[in-house]
């Protein structure tokens, strides 16, 4: 089945540690996003690649990094310099330019 | 820059009753709209999408939206709500002008009373 996978599904992270989120997807798309959400807050982006080896910040890219170096892969590093990581992540890709975006099922990262 | 509003927070009906969720965005020129549901702790789903041509576009599950570029708005609505209906509900929007982003509202959570 054509999809995307993030793994794993609950993450927890201590204090000052980095974490990598995976983000996987299989329906050959050009264009792969990162997006976080906080309750009422809706979705807001993170970063997103249009091309392997390229990508752009979002709107909130202060303590997140990111690489595109395959097409299928855009995996997602939380660094200890995001003061509030707490938060449900989503990684959604798509055929690029206006075209709708298909969802992943989501990461749910806990800082203890 | 564009940006989304949805007015209601959260909304509660009946099953079986008509329903409509509202959606105002900005932005200068013609835009991509869009409409997801995300149940708990899942994903979202493309629910309908409309780029152009006909104002009013189906989606799935029995849901449609009708674009008035009059009044920026792109309400998703559904004539008849079962109970599996509740979940969250966004509205997006995308342009050229921005790379195609998808900028989202903060989203209306749909209660269904039995």
């Known amino acids: 089945d054509g999809g995307i996978t993030q793994s794993p599904k609950y993450l927890f992270r201590k204090e000052g540690q980095n974490v990598t989120l995976s983000c996987e997807q299989n329906?050959?798309?050009?264009?792969m996003y990162w997006y976080r959400q906080d309750p009422g807050q809706g979705l807001r982006l993170i970063y997103y690649?249009?091309?392997?080896?390229?990508?752009q910040k979002g709107d909130i890219a202060e303590g997140y990094s990111v690489s595109r170096e395959k097409k299928e892969s855009f995996p997602l590093t939380v660094t200890s310099a995001q003061k509030n990581p707490t938060a449900f992540y989503l990684c959604a890709s798509s055929l690029g330019g206006a075209r709708e975006a298909f969802f992943g099922q989501g990461t749910r990262l806990t800082v203890v | 820059a564009q940006s989304v509003t949805q007015p209601d927070i959260h909304i509660t009906v009946s099953e079986g009753a008509s329903l409509e969720l509202r959606c105002n965005y900005s932005?200068?020129?013609?835009?991509?709209l869009f409409w997801y549901v995300q149940s708990p702790g899942q994903g979202l789903q493309l629910l309908l999408k409309?780029?152009?041509?006909?104002?009013l576009v189906q989606g799935i599950k029995g849901f449609e939206a009708e674009f008035k570029r009059s009044q920026s708005s792109f309400n998703l609505r559904k004539p008849s709500v079962h109970w599996s209906d509740a979940a969250e509900y966004f509205c997006?929007?995308?342009?050229?002008?921005?790379?195609?982003?998808?900028?989202f509202g903060k989203g209306t959570l749909l209660t269904v009373n039995p």
């Open positions: 329906l050959n798309h050009d264009a």
């Open positions: 409309y780029f152009s041509g006909d104002t």
């Open positions: 690649s249009q091309i392997v080896n390229d990508f």
């Open positions: 932005y200068g020129a013609t835009p991509y």
């Open positions: 997006a929007v995308g342009a050229a002008g921005s790379n195609y982003k998808l900028t």
